[in-house]
């Protein structure tokens, strides 16, 4: 933690509100669209819209300079995040905006866990609790045999597992390309991926329903940025828990706008969630580690 990161935790929890609102603001756009337009055509769309962001600065191709491993782990990681922006576009037509909130918490987790299994990162006791709390979270939110588990639960437990390994695989290409260049080669390999899916059951979208997928690319593309301020202003042991709010936002915007019921049990498994996953930051802060996957905390579109 450098001291200008730790001179400037009141910025970092700023940044990552507005992170949240701007995230918010994403959860209500897709949930507004509904499921006219299929779930793969929508996120399709969000991307090859959110290429107007990057393209113009992308250098090209040989002036990149990416040996064939590069290539293939930016391959990869436009594959499940692919899948996982098609998973959450479905779910997040399907069920509530809280529910998709507090379960896209977990994806931190399998971060976590993956760092373990496939980085040899050393996962300590403490971390392992931590590990199993947030998954008791995730049962006291979908709470099985005492509520009906629909395909878009189903589905978000998915995302978020997709979207722990890409943001793994983007831990390993992070050290060998700029982060611009990671996230514009996210975009770029994740709309060629949708494409093919999209056009299988292509629906043409009306004039007000590409506004609305303009706004979703606005509004995610300036929330990765607020992000990354939060990190660089903070440390994750000050922002972590401030991504709470989040939910509480979606909360009470589901029942505001969408009039979706509060349900206290998804507050309550969100909460476990991100305690378990503010613990393991505060422990990494605390432990000073180097060259630990960090948490990833916000909707990841």
């Known amino acids: 933690m450098s001291i200008a990161q730790a001179a400037r935790p009141g910025w970092g929890i700023f940044w990552m509100i507005v992170t949240g609102v701007l995230f918010i603001g994403v959860t209500a756009l897709v949930k507004h669209l509904g499921t006219r337009i299929p779930a793969p055509e929508a996120a399709f769309l969000r991307y090859a819209l959110g290429l107007v962001f990057f393209l113009p600065m992308l250098k090209a191709p040989r002036q990149l300079h990416m040996d064939r ?37 977990l994806s931190p987790v399998y971060v976590t866990l993956g760092a373990a299994l496939f980085l040899g990162e050393r996962l300590a006791l403490r971390r392992v609790l931590a590990v199993a709390a947030a998954l008791v979270g995730a049962l006291i939110i979908l709470r099985p045999g005492f509520r009906e588990i629909g395909p878009g639960h189903l589905a978000m437990l998915l995302t978020a597992i997709c979207f722990g390994a890409s943001y793994l695989l983007a831990k390993q290409v992070s050290g060998r390309c700029s982060p611009l260049v990671v996230v514009a080669m996210l975009s770029v390999t994740v709309t060629l991926g949708l494409a093919p899916l999209a056009a299988w059951n292509w629906i043409e979208p009306t004039w007000a329903e590409l506004a609305i997928l303009f706004g979703v690319a606005c509004l995610a593309t300036a929330g990765h940025y607020t992000m990354t301020l939060a990190f660089r202003a903070a440390p994750l042991a000050v922002s972590q828990p401030v991504t709470f709010l989040q939910l509480i936002w979606a909360v009470t915007l589901g029942a505001l706008v969408f009039d979706e019921p509060v349900d206290f049990y998804v507050v309550l498994g969100g909460m476990v969630i991100v305690g378990a996953i503010s613990f393991i930051s505060w422990r990494e802060t605390v432990l000073k580690r180097r060259g630990v996957t960090p948490s990833v905390t916000a909707t990841k579109v």
């Open 69 to 105: 491993m590069t290539v293939k782990m930016f391959a990869w990681r436009g594959v499940v995040h692919t899948v996982a922006v098609g998973l959450w576009f479905y779910a997040m037509a399907r069920i509530p905006i809280a529910d998709v909130t507090a379960m896209n918490y």
